[in-house]
């Protein structure tokens, strides 16, 4: 039988995990956007690309409804004299108003491109070569207005800062828009920009425009915490749990000890949606009988089994996106060690046995680690025979704790 207590325990897990489901699901913004986007958040980066592109979309589409004609192409105070607004600062009246022109043009076309499911972007870890003339450059990224695909370097991507990863990708897709009825590339004139890198000079303002406008409508501020929180596409976990373990099976011995409590560390590794976790588990249960005799009872535990993850939404820029569900199946090689003492007499008696486990895990991301709650099953037996003790185990066991992945 369960005792009430027990009940109660275990009825408080479940609420914890329950609300922690429904808190991060009502209250994050901008659930279900990503998946008009490519790539799902799966791997390394894609998380840093999706805010990069959403930030573009929501800024430019702005751009693209504002019924007010706008000055472009320059400056903001806060700004000034950075690397970013390099491109405005030497811009003739003439060519800001070309800019300003040519951004507020192509904001929808590219609002539509974003949206487009063709447009695909390939992460590589080569170098990026480019000819240019007689020249050969290398480069961040690099776009083909033909197949509608933008190649970008993942290692140089993740250095960047967002501002420069907002510059770069908005570069990229400004190859992929019609700018004066044809595809521009980096290297020749157009309208204003005389000089022989004069399409690269535009798009350069541009995307800095683009830069400024993802300031002025608080997209950076906004999606600070998406990049900061911790990301599932991690292949290597660690867990560190406080776990409380209550026996369903009643037991009439005098020694037999039906509530333990310790600590958890267990590391998984998972491909895809499977993986594989070890791990090891130290309970104690304490108490006094008749008075004077104390009784401690040590369990550990080492595990071993497989994993199944699955995720709570498609989104992967909310943290209820992010946030997954883990169930393990163990098999569990079990430690059953008795201290028992009173005033004149000690005695110890220890035995080994394998038992079997299954968990259910809920992982919520935070700043860089997550917390878990879980609820699951353990069964193994033992036997003291100093203590006349025989036990078939059945125990309920919860656990809170926080997690990392790398």
């Given at each position: ?10 009825k ?50 702005k751009?693209?409804e504002?019924?007010?004609f ?5 400056c903001?105070?806060?700004?000034n ?9 030497n ?9 300003t ?39 961040d ?5 033909e ?9 140089n991507?993740?250095?960047m ?10 570069h990229?897709?400004l190859h ?12 020749g004139?157009?309208g ?34 998406t ?16 776990v ?9 011995n005098?020694?037999?000890s ?13 491909i ?12 104690l ?14 369990l ?7 994993s ?9 820029l ?12 163990n ?10 003492k ?25 700043d ?14 033992f036997a003291?025979?100093?203590l006349?003790?025989?036990?078939e ?13 790398f």
């Open positions: 039988m369960i005792e009430i207590k027990q009940f109660l325990t275990i408080r897990i479940f609420i914890y995990i329950f609300l922690g489901i429904l808190f991060s699901n009502l209250f994050t913004p901008y659930k279900s956007f990503a998946n008009s986007f490519v790539g799902n958040g799966g791997s390394t980066a894609d998380v840093e690309m999706l805010v990069t592109k959403k930030q573009i979309y929501e800024s430019l589409k751009v693209n504002s019924e007010v706008k000055d472009y192409c320059e903001i105070p806060v700004y004299n950075r690397n970013i607004c390099a491109p405005l600062e811009l003739d009246s003439e060519q800001r108003n070309f800019c022109l040519q951004l507020k043009n192509v904001s929808g076309l590219i609002v539509n491109l974003l949206e487009d499911p063709n447009l695909v972007f390939n992460w590589t870890n080569k170098v990026i070569n480019l000819q240019e003339g007689s020249n050969n450059v290398t480069a990224a690099v776009a083909n207005p197949t509608k695909i933008v190649t970008v370097n993942k290692k991507f993740l250095m800062t967002q501002y420069r990863r907002v510059f770069l990708i908005a990229e897709l992929l828009v019609p700018i004066e009825g044809e595809y521009i590339g980096d290297v004139d157009i204003p920009f005389k000089s022989q890198q004069g399409r690269r000079e535009l798009i350069n303002s541009m995307a800095s425009e683009t830069v400024l406008q993802v300031y002025r409508y608080g997209l950076f501020q906004l999606y600070k915490p990049l900061l929180r911790g990301q599932s596409n991690k292949h290597y976990w660690l867990d560190l749990n406080f409380q373990q209550n026996d369903l099976i009643s037991n009439s005098t020694y037999s039906d509530k333990h409590y310790g600590f958890e560390v267990n590391y998984k590794h998972f895809k949606k499977w993986g594989f976790n070890f791990g090891y588990k130290s309970l249960s304490s108490e006094k009988i008749l008075t004077s005799i104390e009784v401690e009872h040590n550990s535990t080492l595990g071993l089994g497989l199944y993850r699955f995720f709570m939404d498609d989104d992967p909310t943290a209820f996106g992010q946030s997954f569900m883990v169930i393990n199946a098999v569990d090689l079990v430690v059953s060690e008795y201290d028992v009173d005033p004149f007499v000690s005695s110890n008696s220890k035995d080994n046995t394998i038992g079997y486990s299954v968990q259910a895990n809920y992982y919520y991301p935070l860089y680690v997550w917390v878990k709650a879980g609820i699951g099953l353990s069964s193994f037996s003291h025979e100093e006349n003790l025989d036990k185990s059945l125990n309920i066991v919860g656990q809170l704790g926080v997690s990392y992945g």
